[in-house]
């Protein structure tokens, strides 16, 4: 099932996405975010092929908020999860850091993860209990044991709560940050060792899907900003607190709690 999920969205993502790459119009959705022709044929191509493999419900990207929820409910026994284009506004202003992300969920928790980055030709992935890779390679490719003060960090700063944010902004624990605009890629930088520590103040359920089951996979760990257990939060805006070390997790989550309850003076 993995290999054939993973010819899936390479073929499409290389079919619909790849040819439109610095050639394609884009317009705004209601809540702004920039949208193309290539998210929708991209979408609809995998919906297509990922349905003929299994029958299932899909959640993806492009549907509607009500379909959204009207395909999480019908998909607690099985379900695609799938975000077409993560990292579109990259995609059109031709940042090569954009991916094709596809899940299969079951009872709310993913069982298998692809995400592929058409660009590098990087394909990640993993399958519940089996672990993760990146094109063949387990993953993680690199674990260094780091002091929090030696690490790089990958931090979305928009949706902090703003005492988290003050902190991180003025006295980060890191030594160096990095935002590059496309979640699904930024978990598995983290599954690879190419980033160390993780903080994204909201994320869709297509953002998480398969990228927290291959950092999983990897070895890592994570949870929300108000859940130890990630899986126990709200589906369509979980936060995320995430590395791959685990003494590292540990530092950084108490870091964290730590963070998020000083005030200014």
Request: charged content about 20%.
């Amino acid at each position: 099932m993995l290999d054939r999920i993973r010819t899936i969205v390479k073929d499409i993502a290389q079919t619909e996405v790849t040819p439109r790459y610095l050639n394609v119009a884009h317009s705004r959705k209601p809540d702004g975010s920039l949208f193309t022709e290539a998210d929708l044929a991209c979408q609809n191509a995998l919906v297509e092929a990922l349905r003929a493999l299994a029958p299932l419900p899909v959640v993806g990207e492009e549907m509607s908020d009500d379909e959204h929820r009207e395909q999480w409910l019908a998909g607690q026994a099985g379900m695609w999860c799938i975000d077409p284009i993560d990292g579109t506004s990259n995609f059109v202003n031709g940042i090569p850091y954009f991916a094709v992300s596809v899940a299969l969920m079951r009872n709310g928790r993913s069982e298998i993860g692809v995400v592929y980055d058409p660009i590098a030709d990087e394909m990640f992935s993993a399958e519940l209990g089996r672990g993760a890779w990146l094109n063949g390679t387990p993953l993680p490719i690199a674990r260094k044991h780091k002091e929090l003060q030696q690490t790089m960090a990958g931090i979305e700063m928009k949706r902090l709560p703003m005492p988290l944010l003050r902190q991180v902004s003025l006295y980060p624990p890191y030594c160096s940050q990095r935002n590059f605009g496309a979640s699904t890629l930024d978990w598995c930088y983290v599954a690879a060792g190419r980033l160390d520590l993780y903080l994204h103040g909201g994320q869709k359920l297509w953002d998480y899907a398969a990228g927290s089951l291959i950092l999983q996979e990897a070895g890592g760990a994570f949870r929300t900003l108000e859940q130890e257990d990630f899986w126990a939060d709200d589906p369509w805006q979980r936060s995320v607190v995430a590395a791959l070390d685990s003494e590292l997790y540990t530092d950084w989550c108490t870091w964290i709690e730590v963070a998020r309850k000083i005030n200014p003076a």
